[in-house]
Structure formats: structure tokens, C-alpha cells
């Protein structure tokens, strides 16, 4: 097989997806100067958009080819970095489960890195038991509607914890840019579409998958582990941790139940506070590490897509346009959009009572009126929260109790108008555009409700954004806060070898909760990696 990068057609190629083949192949019969019946097959390895020109929008592909005479065709463009043999991106089992297993792995959380920690493990014939302190993803998505639409907040059964994770309720997205030398994320994206992902994830430059489509296939993930041996159990949250001469020895739950274990998979999520400070009371070796705080900010996704795709927008091969904006403020802070959700919606996050969270999310189809994203600022423990491992959860703490009593104390969220803000003024209606939030949005002044610094970088970035986008600093534009919840506050630090606690053996931290990813992806494919260190391990004692 080969691989040929940068072939480009121009947008009104797909317009026909009948003829779409055709001329994906004419463009290979002219890069490679063959004749058609040497091409065996051609698929499809990734598709990108190059809009850097809205009146001339590309489609850039990365295709694998099989040619009759191929090392006569890579002999001739030897120097082309654009042609080159395709590279092995199956997935390779590393360790496969002994028969005299003692003592079962278990895994605590079934987000991203605990759904792919249990299948790899029980692909591998381990036979894993799966730990969630939520409910399945059903009641689990009852229970957080329940706060979207009745303002009852579920602590044990909400947006950041069930199964699925985090990740559930959100735009879905698959991508990351994270090294992957192995072509985990190819295991990630195939194991999806067996589950019921749309084959394009495949191949698009920023696949999603939306909130509805993500709860089936977790559900059929799910089916999977168990049939191949795995347990799952939810509403079965882990108390405590049992360590014996720095050696994981077991685990106690909330009903009091022991299980033993000397290999333990901690894919908690970046919200499992309660945990955070169960192992740091056990000496298990946690450290603070950066992460950022700011608010959501609202568009109509029209605004968006024109600043996008000019005289393309509203094209539907294109479909809804995203964005990616960074600025570097006066004060020495960096303000960034991150989690942007075109067509989507904002909503509550929070996972305690009496707080506020806010968060994005959209489904596949992404045709909700307004374009949302988080604009956030970077912190870190050196410069913001010092001295304690768990002070930067301290200040989540803080500053989304502060938006609970500014959104009026019944979970409706503070916000402003983005003309206000920059103005520094209170805002006392909304104009064009009409907040997405449940259960409500409460007009304030958000001066009070993050520190100082960051309410600075921000006031600054927005008219700085809207050179980028044009309208980005739309008046009438929403803010709302506030977003605390971007990543893990910290890190459960582990060996670079063995992928193990560093002072507890047999203790696996992985994913967003352990500070080892950020988003869907990431997660999962954090999650392949602890579970191939852990079978590994395993093999070896047995």
C-alpha cells in the first residue's frame, strides 16, 4: 500500500457523492502518471478543509493506495514526500491473559480511558470488573435532565459522572493532538464504529459524534466487555483504596464491600474531588498541575460560519464552521477558545451542590442556532494556587460557588452581554442572541465571579478575537460562567516505564482524572496504554 498526502479538490467536487470517486481517482491517475487499470483500490485515510481562502475552499485528502507496480512507482517519486508506503496502523494485541488468574483487574470509572482500559483488557482475556459510581447512561442522562429542567442536581448521577463520562454530554469531538506513534487512535475510532459511529470518523480532519449517537454506542460498548467476560457494575462509588507496603491490595465501596486487587485501573474523570482527596489522605502521590477557568461565549453560528466560509457558508458539505483563537494579554496571560461546539448548546455541568458549571455540547447534526466555546485563561500552581496538591481544586470550588450565588442560587448561571463586559457594565436584557443555558441565565455584571487577572485577559481578547472572526466581539453576544471544569486540577503522577503510581505499585492512573489527557480521544487512548502496561504486567506474574 501507499500513502499519497495533499490532494486537493476543490469543494464543488463533493457536491455529487456519486462522482466523488471518480474524480478522487483522476487526481491519482495525475499525481502518479498511471494508467487506471493499475490502480487495484484507493480508500480514503483522512479529508481535510483548507479555508483559508473562503472564495477558493479545498478539500485536502490523504489516501492509501494499491498499485500493481508499486515499487516501480516508489522508485519514481523516491524525493516526493508525498508518496510514501502506507504505514501498519492495525492494532497488535500486546499480552494475552494467563488461565490461573487469581485476583481480577478492576477499573474505577467507565469514561473514555475506563471503557477502553476494560475492552482492551477484556479483548485480552482478563476479564476486567468495572467500578462507576453512576448509573448507566439511560438513567444516567434522565438524572442530568433533571437538573437541565428542574434545576435538581443528582450529585452521584449528572454530566461528569455515569457512564460514558464526561465526554457524553458534549459536541463528541475525536480528534487530538496528541503523538500517537502506535496508531491507538485508530483502534479508538474503529472500535466506535463497530459500536455505531458513522464510518466517516475514519477520515474527516475533526470527526464528531454528538450527545444521542454517543449514548448508544457506549451502551454497545458496553455489551462487548461483558460478553467477552468483563463485569460492570454502577452506583458502585469507591471509598477507599487499600495500600499495603506501597502495593495496591484492594478496594473498599460505599456499600462497605471489599474487592481484592493487585492491579487497579483509576479512570476517575476530572471532577471525582471526593477520590482526589481519598488518595492524597492515603499517601498515594498526587501533584496540582495547570488547567484554566473563563465562561462560554455565544454566537449565532451564522456569525461563524460567514466569518468562516464567506460566500460558502451555510454549505452543507461544509457544514456548521468552527474556530481556534489564542491571544496573549498585557498581564502575561494567555486567553484561549477551547471545547468550541458549532451548532450547539451551553449547559450545566456542575457535579456539587450549590455550585455553578457550565459546559458545551451539540448533537451530530450541530444546527442549533448559536456557536458556543469556553474562553478561558491558563492558571497554574506556581503562580495561583501553591503550596497544596489539591489547592487548585479549592479554587474551582470557590469560584463556582460564586456564580451559584450571582445566577441567584437555583442553579441558573451568571451572564453578560459581551458588549457590557468589554464596557464593564451590568447587563439588564438580552439582545439578538438568546442564551442556550438551562436552567436559566441570570443578567449580572461577571467582573466578580473569576479573579481579577483573568476577568483583565479577557476583556482584552475579546476585540482582539474579533480581528480574527469578524463580529466575534458581537455586543449582544452571551457570556456565561463559569467554565472551571477544562481539566483535571491534578495529576496522579506515574512512572514513564511501567505506567504505574509512582509509590504505588499496581496502581494505574489514567486519563483526564489522573491528568494524562484532555478530550474523548485522548482519554481512550491514554486508556489502551495503561491497560496494555497493566496485562503486561499481569502476564509476567502469572
Sequence with gaps: MLRLTEIKLPLEHAKDIAHTPSEIKAAIFKKLGIAEEELVRFEIFKRGVDARKSHAILFVYTLDIEVKNEAKVLAKFKRDPHVKPAPDIGYHFVAQAPLNISKRPVVIGFGPAGIFAALILAQSG???????????????????????????LNPESNVQF???????????????????????????????????APEEILYVSHPHIGTFRLVGMVEQMRNTITALGGEIRFQSRVDDIEV????????????????????????????????????HKRGIYIEAKPFSIGFRIEHPQSLIDHARYGQNAANPILGAADYKLVHHAQNGRSVYSFCMCPGGTVVAAASEEG???????????RNERNANAGIVVGISPEQDYPGDPLAGMALQRHWESQAYKLGGSNYKAPGQLIGDFIAAKPSTEFGSVQPSYTPGVHLTDLSTVLPEYAITAI?????????QIKGFDLPDGVLTGVETRTSSPIRIKRNDDDLQSVNTRGLYPTGEGAGYAGGILSAAVDGIKIAEALAIDMASKS
Design 126 to 152: 482478563f476479564k476486567p470488573i468495572v467500578l462507576e459510581r453512576g448509573k448507566e447512561v439511560r438513567e444516567r442522562t434522565k438524572d442530568t435532565w433533571g437538573l437541565w429542567r428542574k434545576s435538581v
Design 162 to 196: 455515569g457512564e460514558g463520562g464526561a465526554g457524553t454530554f458534549s459536541d463528541g469531538k475525536l480528534y487530538s493532538q496528541i503523538k500517537d506513534p502506535k496508531h491507538y487512535g485508530r483502534k479508538v475510532l474503529n472500535e466506535f464504529v463497530k459500536a455505531g
Design 244 to 279: 499495603e507496603n506501597n502495593q495496591v491490595q484492594g478496594v473498599v465501596l460505599a456499600n462497605g464491600e471489599r474487592i481484592e486487587t493487585n492491579h487497579l485501573v483509576l479512570a476517575v474523570g476530572h471532577s471525582a474531588r471526593d477520590t482526589f482527596e481519598m488518595i
Design 355 to 365: 455550585r455553578v458549571v457550565t459546559n458545551g455540547m451539540s448533537q451530530y447534526s
Design 459 to 467: 476583556r482584552e481578547a475579546l476585540p482582539a478575537f474579533g480581528k
